[in-house]
């Protein structure tokens, strides 16, 4: 049980395009889903909290018109890049909680590559 | 705030050897502790969890057990195997978001 998809795993795409990213829970409806950057490693930093039918919470340097979140049902929560460039080439990793109770555990998805070029 | 700090890697082991990954914590109030595991190219697996002082979290062999006296939660495994090789993430949940230690690469060698 508890899993996250997230699609596309990889993406390579010029300079100046949009690009979205979906996070979905197979077997679970999540109250929460979190957004995440991961440099070479490095740990996670958290980019943004989204519940289901509010505006995400984003965290301090995080440009929220660069990146839009959407998070329209309980399943899915969407991340838009947009107009990338290739600073903002990383590891992007979802995840997913049930409740909004902290003893309950984030559910992450398998993360998608981004190439900006 | 909330501080995660975990040993730095990578940890180099021969298969069957003890694996102890030292995590220590700072936090306010009573957050619950999570070990989750990153393989290459891949997101976050959670591996273990607890919940209060005391608990101790077990999953595939690994343990763990919150020691709010000494502010840890020390990963171990009794004997790791090559598919063990992986980076390991110790965090804390507190204000409904996780904290995340720096993470320790494992490497298992046969």
């Known amino acids: 049980g508890a899993v996250v998809s997230q699609h596309p795993s990889w993406v390579i795409c010029k300079s100046g395009t949009s690009v979205k990213i979906e996070c979905r829970s197979l077997?679970?409806?999540?109250?929460?889903m979190f957004w995440y950057r991961q440099f070479p490693k490095q740990s996670l930093m958290l980019m943004a909290t989204?519940?289901?039918?509010?505006?995400?919470?984003?965290e301090q340097g995080v440009e929220k018109d660069k990146f839009l979140i959407n998070h329209a049902s309980l399943t899915l929560s969407t991340l838009t890049v947009t107009s990338a460039h290739p600073e903002d080439s990383s590891f992007y990793i979802c995840?997913?909680?049930?409740?909004?109770?902290?003893?309950?555990?984030?559910?992450f998805g398998d993360g998608t590559r981004l190439s900006i070029l | 705030g909330n501080s995660v700090t975990q040993m730095e890697g990578p940890v180099t082991l021969s298969e069957e050897a003890f694996l102890t990954i030292n995590c220590t914590y700072t936090a306010t109030g009573y957050p619950s502790l999570f070990w989750y595991v990153q393989y290459p190219g891949e997101g976050l697996q959670l591996l273990l969890k607890a919940t209060k002082a005391d608990d101790k979290g077990s999953n595939k062999g690994f343990e763990a057990t919150y020691r709010k006296e000494t502010t840890s939660f020390h990963l171990e495994k009794g004997s790791v195997q090559v598919s063990d090789s992986a980076v390991y993430f110790c965090?804390?949940?507190?204000?409904?978001?996780?904290?995340f230690g720096k993470g320790t690469m494992l490497l298992v060698s046969p």
């Open positions: 965090a804390l949940s507190g204000y409904s978001t996780l904290t």
């Open positions: 989204s519940n289901e039918g509010s505006k995400a919470t984003y």
């Open positions: 077997d679970f409806q999540a109250t929460t």
């Open positions: 995840s997913a909680r049930s409740g909004d109770r902290d003893n309950q555990p984030q559910h």
